[in-house]
């Protein structure tokens, strides 16, 4: 996401047939102090990502100030009761600056996702067929499907949807990716019958943190929902 757009980026291995699942841990984005130092001298920003930049230098200073805040009173209490030693404290102190250096970058809603306007950029994820257009985002055509951190929402084909289950997500959390296909000119009610490990429907499941979201979403085949 960022100032510069959406791009998709392909799996090292691809899937045909099958139960298959994937994992994905969210890591830490840059702060927007380091997006700002990182803009080539001659770029030209929109009024939209100058307002972004702009509040998310001020948010991040206040972030910073509230944590400093916070650690003086504490060390000073500790100080008090007797339990901090001077070594202890620049010790502290040096974890202090540490923490600054790489301190967070979007601010959290309650709801676990990013915020909106926030500047470090956005995801999304998912499960896409080779076809599908990577000089855009998954779930922009037909040949993929997948969530974005804000709200969990679900996106195919370039169709939002918001109130599915899904649930935001953010740095730390880990996002499973689960995928069922049938096995071209295979008889899956008959074999599935046999042996349950048999697909019996195309569809596919979001997981966070090894919790199910929603419902299942079904590319081609018989099942409408899962529990």
């Known amino acids: ?30 702060s927007v102090e380091e997006v700002v130092k990182a803009l080539p001298n ?21 972030l910073q100030q509230q944590h400093q805040h916070q650690q003086q009173q504490e060390n000073a209490l500790a100080l008090a009761q007797g339990n901090l030693k001077e070594e202890d404290e620049n010790q502290n102190q040096n974890q202090l600056q540490e923490q600054k250096r790489k301190k967070r970058k979007v601010t959290l809603t309650s709801e676990g996702g990013v915020e909106q306007y926030s500047v470090g950029g956005h995801l999304r994820m998912g499960w896409s067929m080779r076809t599908g257009e990577l ?39 880990v996002i499973g990716f689960a995928i069922c296909l ?18 019996t429907s195309n569809h596919i499941r979001f997981f966070k943190n090894g919790a199910p979201m929603g419902h299942f979403i079904v590319s081609r085949g018989v099942k409408t929902g899962g529990e």
């Not at 920003?45 to 200073?61: A, F, T």
């Not at 779930?139 to 918001?162: L, P, V």
Request: no cysteine; net charge positive.
């Open 1 to 30: 996401g960022g100032m510069r757009g959406y791009r998709m980026v392909r799996g090292s291995q691809g899937v045909e047939a099958g139960n298959w699942y994937y994992e994905v841990e969210i890591l830490d984005p840059p």
């Open 182 to 199: 049938k096995e071209d000119g295979l008889d899956a009610h008959a074999h599935g019958r046999k042996n349950p490990n048999v697909v």
């Open 42 to 62: 001659n770029v030209r920003l929109g009024d939209g990502v100058r307002e972004g930049l702009k509040r998310g230098l001020e948010k991040e200073q206040q």
């Open 135 to 173: 000089q855009a985002p998954v779930g922009y055509d037909r040949w993929s499907y997948g969530i974005r951190d804000i709200h969990g929402s679900k996106i195919h084909n370039s169709k939002r949807e918001d109130k599915w289950g899904g649930v935001g997500f953010r740095s730390g959390d």
